[in-house]
C-alpha cells in the first residue's frame, strides 16, 4: 500500500473524503493544502501556507460546518 492509499484509507475511515480541487479552507467544497517538507501546522492551509501534518488537516476537517466534502492535497 502505497502512502496516497494509507492517507485515503485513513480519512475514509474518519468520514472524510479525499479529493482534488480548490477553494478556501473552512467551508463546503473547501480545499486544504499539506506538504510535510514546508509546512506549518498554524497556517491556514492554504496553496501558498500548507499544513505539515495530516493531523492538523484531519482537525480542520473535523471542525468543518459545511455539508459537501472537504479536499486534502498532499504534496511531497
Known amino acids: 500500500m502505497n502512502r496516497r492509499q494509507l492517507l485515503q484509507t485513513g480519512f475514509a475511515a474518519s ?5 482534488a480541487g480548490r477553494a ?3 467551508d463546503a467544497g473547501a480545499t486544504i493544502y499539506l ?17 505539515k ?3 492538523a488537516a484531519a482537525q480542520r476537517v473535523n471542525a468543518g460546518t459545511g ?3 472537504i479536499t486534502v492535497v498532499l504534496s511531497d
Open 15 to 19: 468520514g472524510a473524503r479525499l479529493l
Open 35 to 51: 506538504n510535510s517538507a514546508i509546512g506549518v501546522d498554524t497556517k491556514p492551509g492554504s496553496r501558498d501556507k500548507p499544513l
Open 53 to 55: 501534518t495530516l493531523a
Open 24 to 26: 478556501s479552507a473552512q
Open 67 to 69: 455539508v459537501g466534502a
